[in-house]
């Protein structure tokens, strides 16, 4: 498999966890109480130590001199291969929460299986990411619960953002064309393999938290190919802010 | 005096013998402060010491919960992957501390609840340097440098202060702040060994935030009222007079060493003394700031309101649940 192939293939995993943390890291001191506020800017920094191991390893890969902060900071948007789901704002808890459930049962369930591959510093990542992951799974899976079967209002607001980021779900399993080579070549997750488990696993955090599980079958997708919502933009005006204006320095 | 003499002036002798308690309560714990052992929530102690205590204590927490804002500011546009990982644990410590304190607080019987509610009326006040914006990147150097420095010198001393919960909590955070501390100076030295605007950019904040720093150390000795009964309890050791000096005189040969500029055209060794003579300080400016009308006053408190009305229905709810598992497993036990 060539550098490039199994660079874009990194792309397609480490954005998700770079504009994530990206998001998570806007709400650090305006959380709810001290506890999540701090929890919360621990599953930030836990991704940003992952992006990190990626990045590092992409740039290597990469071989032109460029550095973790080139591929972080310094791609347009079309170039960034997260899924439409993390992007999406803070509305409220509520959303936060859905967003980091939804993403973190596919995360698991991803460095589960990439710790399989035949890339010794892919497998590296992702038996280091587990346990990080595993525990923001069960941090999510419990507010989730929490929410839905807390107050009424809780109840309400959960599951309204379950039902408007269900739409977003459905791109974690697409399969792109990096995937389908870094498969071929034994490096890869075949994501498509993963959607029964997830939808399950969903399923019984949603049923037990008491909320309903969205009918849709009408899902958006888009992330992948870097065909982004209208939030990215933004995001990434704040992200890049400082390559941008001051390039070529070193902080 | 006779049995019957004593039934008749009864409520007289009962008060003088609660006095007399009372004396001899304080007497312990006064002997106790002087003996340097840590008075303990458990433990008697006057009102005033409680009250004191908890002003200053909550003060602190404060600080540490509002100061987060002015740095948390940044975090989304931190230059590099590894500037973005060290500020996020650097404003995540704070948040930390916060925690320490409040706990620290409520071991003196009141509850966060009452706490946040004296925050969010401006009943109770926090550190004013948190009312100024921070507009670069090189406030994050310039906060960590000389805002944690001068909390440091601030707080050492209360790692043996008199309360113990207190002290305690010190102990924690005077580690974490000398990190921060140091992590600040490096991204001012990084910064002013770069680029011509990069320099600029360290020098401009130090130029902003040097005076702040310096009045961070509280009012001049003259107008200073707490400080000797603070003193008798431990609460401070050196006067706010003699910790600016302090502060000058340890950063002063920081920024030489790095090539800034403090923003101060009086500022000279004074070989005599043995310290750096200073210019006056604009305590118009001081006094504005506490009465509410700084920069950022209003962004400050707002930020901490919105984010408390706000995360209302996330508590209750958390609370609602818990209770309901709660009634769960007793059913069950049943
Ligand atoms: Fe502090
Ligand atoms: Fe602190
Ligand atoms: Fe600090």
């Given at each position: 498999?060539?550098?490039?192939?199994?660079i874009?293939?990194?792309?397609?995993?480490?954005?998700?966890?770079?504009?994530?943390?990206?998001?998570?890291s806007?709400?650090?001191?305006?959380?709810?109480?001290?506890?999540?506020?701090?929890?919360?800017?621990?599953?930030?920094?836990?991704?940003?130590?992952?992006?990190?191991?990626?990045?590092?390893?992409?740039?290597?890969?990469?071989?032109?001199?460029?550095?973790?902060?080139?591929?972080?900071?310094?791609?347009?948007?079309?170039?960034?291969?997260?899924?439409?789901?993390?992007?999406q704002?803070?509305?409220?808890?509520?959303?936060?929460l859905?967003?980091?459930?939804?993403?973190?049962?596919?995360?698991?369930?991803?460095?589960?299986?990439?710790?399989?591959?035949?890339?010794?510093?892919?497998?590296?990542?992702?038996?280091?990411?587990?346990?990080?992951?595993?525990?923001?799974?069960?941090?999510?899976?419990d507010?989730?619960?929490?929410?839905?079967?807390?107050?009424?209002?809780?109840?309400?607001?959960?599951?309204?953002?379950?039902?408007?980021?269900?739409?977003?779900?459905?791109?974690?399993?697409?399969?792109?064309?990096?995937?389908?080579?870094?498969?071929?070549?034994?490096?890869?997750?075949?994501?498509?393999?993963?959607?029964?488990?997830?939808?399950?696993?969903?399923?019984?955090?949603?049923?037990?938290?008491?909320?309903?599980?969205?009918?849709?079958?009408?899902?958006?997708?888009?992330?992948?190919?870097?065909?982004?919502?209208?939030?990215?933009?933004?995001?990434?005006?704040?992200?890049?802010?400082?390559?941008?204006?001051?390039?070529?320095?070193?902080? | 005096?006779?049995?019957?003499?004593?039934?008749?002036?009864?409520?007289?002798?009962?008060?003088?013998?609660?006095?007399?308690?009372?004396?001899?309560?304080?007497?312990?714990?006064?002997?106790?402060?002087?003996?340097?052992?840590?008075?303990?929530?458990?433990?008697?102690?006057?009102?005033?010491?409680?009250?004191?205590?908890?002003?200053?204590?909550?003060q602190?927490?404060?600080?540490?919960?509002?100061?987060?804002?002015?740095?948390?500011?940044?975090?989304?546009?931190?230059?590099?992957?590894?500037?973005?990982?060290?500020?996020?644990?650097?404003?995540?410590?704070?948040?930390?501390?916060?925690?320490?304190?409040?706990?620290?607080?409520?071991?003196?019987?009141?509850?966060?609840?009452?706490?946040?509610?004296?925050?969010?009326?401006?009943?109770?006040?926090?550190?004013?340097?948190?009312?100024?914006?921070?507009?670069?990147?090189?406030?994050?150097?310039?906060?960590?440098?000389?805002?944690?420095?001068?909390?440091?010198?601030?707080?050492?001393?209360?790692?043996?202060?008199?309360?113990g919960?207190?002290?305690?909590?010190?102990?924690?955070?005077?580690?974490?702040?000398?990190?921060?501390?140091?992590?600040?100076?490096?991204?001012?030295?990084?910064?002013?060994?770069?680029?011509?605007?990069?320099?600029?950019?360290?020098?401009?904040?130090?130029?902003?935030?040097?005076?702040p720093?310096?009045?961070?150390?509280?009012?001049?000795?003259?107008?200073?009222?707490?400080?000797?009964?603070?003193?008798?309890?431990?609460l401070?050791?050196?006067?706010?007079?003699?910790?600016?000096?302090?502060?000058?005189?340890?950063?002063?040969?920081?920024?030489?060493?790095?090539?800034?500029?403090?923003?101060?055209?009086?500022?000279?060794?004074?070989?005599?003394r043995?310290?750096?003579?200073?210019?006056?300080?604009?305590?118009d400016?001081?006094?504005?700031?506490?009465?509410?009308?700084?920069?950022?006053?209003?962004?400050?408190?707002?930020?901490?309101?919105?984010?408390?009305?706000?995360?209302?229905?996330?508590?209750?709810?958390?609370?609602?649940y818990?209770?309901?598992?709660?009634?769960?497993?007793?059913?069950?036990?049943?």
């Open positions: 498999m060539k550098n490039e192939n199994i874009q293939y990194i792309y397609g995993i480490a954005d998700n966890a770079l504009i994530l943390g990206q998001r998570l806007e709400l650090c001191g305006h959380g709810p109480n001290l506890e999540t506020d701090i929890a919360l800017t621990n599953i930030s920094l836990d991704l940003f130590g992952q992006i990190r191991s990626y990045f590092q390893y992409a740039a290597k890969l990469s071989g032109d001199k460029k550095t973790e902060d080139d591929l972080a900071f310094l791609r347009i948007e079309r170039e960034y291969k997260n899924v439409l789901l993390v992007e704002p803070n509305r409220h808890f509520g959303y936060v859905t967003r980091q459930f939804f993403y973190d049962v596919f995360h698991l369930l991803l460095l589960q299986e990439l710790q399989k591959s035949t890339d010794e510093t892919l497998t590296a990542i992702a038996k280091k990411g587990i346990k990080e992951v595993s525990y923001h799974q069960r941090f999510s899976s507010w989730i619960k929490r929410l839905g079967d807390g107050t009424e209002e809780s109840h309400h607001k959960v599951q309204e953002a379950v039902d408007d980021l269900w739409k977003f779900t459905d791109e974690l399993f697409h399969m792109t064309e990096d995937d389908r080579v870094a498969v071929e070549s034994g490096i890869g997750v075949d994501v498509s393999k993963l959607k029964e488990r997830y939808y399950k696993r969903v399923g019984e955090v949603l049923e037990e938290a008491t909320l309903t599980i969205p009918e849709t079958k009408w899902f958006q997708k888009g992330g992948k190919q870097g065909i982004h919502s209208e939030h990215m933009g933004y995001l990434l005006a704040d992200l890049q802010y400082m390559q941008r204006t001051y390039p070529n320095m070193e902080w | 005096m006779s049995k019957k003499e004593i039934k008749n002036t009864g409520t007289e002798a009962t008060r003088s013998d609660r006095a007399e308690a009372t004396r001899s309560l304080e007497e312990i714990f006064e002997q106790r402060i002087a003996r340097d052992e840590k008075i303990e929530p458990k433990n008697w102690m006057p009102e005033k010491y409680r009250k004191t205590h908890i002003r200053q204590i909550s602190h927490a404060h600080s540490e919960i509002v100061g987060m804002l002015p740095e948390g500011n940044w975090i989304t546009r931190a230059p590099s992957l590894r500037r973005k990982v060290a500020l996020l644990a650097k404003v995540q410590d704070e948040a930390g501390h916060g925690l320490y304190l409040y706990s620290a607080c409520e071991t003196l019987g009141i509850t966060r609840e009452e706490l946040y509610e004296q925050l969010h009326t401006g009943k109770a006040k926090y550190s004013s340097i948190f009312n100024y914006p921070t507009t670069t990147w090189a406030d994050m150097g310039a906060i960590g440098w000389l805002v944690d420095g001068a909390a440091i010198i601030n707080q050492v001393p209360l790692c043996s202060t008199s309360y919960p207190y002290a305690r909590a010190m102990i924690r955070v005077c580690k974490e702040e000398s990190f921060h501390q140091r992590q600040g100076f490096e991204i001012m030295t990084k910064l002013a060994q770069g680029t011509p605007e990069q320099k600029a950019m360290a020098q401009d904040a130090l130029n902003r935030w040097w005076w720093s310096l009045m961070m150390l509280g009012p001049t000795d003259a107008e200073s009222v707490h400080t000797e009964q603070s003193m008798k309890w431990k401070k050791r050196k006067t706010n007079d003699e910790l600016r000096q302090q502060f000058i005189d340890q950063t002063v040969p920081q920024a030489d060493l790095i090539g800034l500029t403090i923003p101060d055209p009086d500022l000279k060794w004074n070989d005599e043995g310290h750096y003579d200073f210019g006056a300080i604009n305590w400016e001081f006094w504005q700031v506490v009465k509410g009308h700084g920069p950022c006053n209003k962004e400050r408190l707002s930020a901490r309101v919105n984010a408390w009305e706000e995360g209302e229905w996330v508590r209750d709810a958390a609370m609602a818990a209770e309901k598992q709660e009634d769960k497993k007793l059913k069950k036990a049943i």
